[in-house]
């Protein structure tokens, strides 16, 4: 694992082998957590969000108001494996990313995607199926495990 400077993790973070976060990430897990997946890269200036206030109004916000006067989602991000993210994503609460997803530089992944897609935009679109031919180097590289 490599995690690069300025890169701040805050929570429950869980990180498979052979995994790359680049500079100045943000993985906030709050009470929920983030599980990031072997053989996954996470490319400079991502910000990942598995806790987040109410911005509806309904609420108070911000970590300065007691929690009985707010309404914060806590929910589980998980990247399977292989999984790459672009330059400057955000992933919001309770998005589970599946196996071998690509996503483009500056996407907004706010819900689960299906494995082995290349997803870009804001909100996060499958444009086309990913290659699989990885998947050879891994057991390469592992020797079939």
């Not at 082998?17 to 053989?39: K, P, Q, R």
Request: hydrophobic content about 35%; charged content about 20%; glycine content about 12%.
């Amino acid at each position: 694992v490599l995690i690069d400077d300025f890169t701040i993790l805050n929570g429950e973070i869980t990180i498979g082998d052979h995994v790359h976060i680049s500079s100045n990430c943000e993985l906030y897990a709050g009470e929920a957590s983030i599980t990031i997946g072997a053989f996954s890269g996470i490319s400079s200036r991502c910000a990942f969000y598995a806790t987040s206030d109410d911005f509806s109004g309904a609420s108070l916000n911000n970590p300065t108001v007691p929690k009985a006067f707010r309404n914060e989602k806590n929910l589980p991000i998980t990247l399977g494996k292989h999984v790459l993210i672009g330059t400057g994503c955000s992933i919001l609460p309770g998005v589970d990313i599946g196996e071998g997803c690509s996503f483009g530089s500056m996407t907004m992944i706010s819900k689960s995607t299906e494995p082995w897609g290349i997803y870009i935009g804001t909100p996060a679109k499958r444009i086309k199926e990913r290659d699989k031919g990885l998947l050879e180097y891994e057991k390469k590289l592992t020797g079939g495990k």
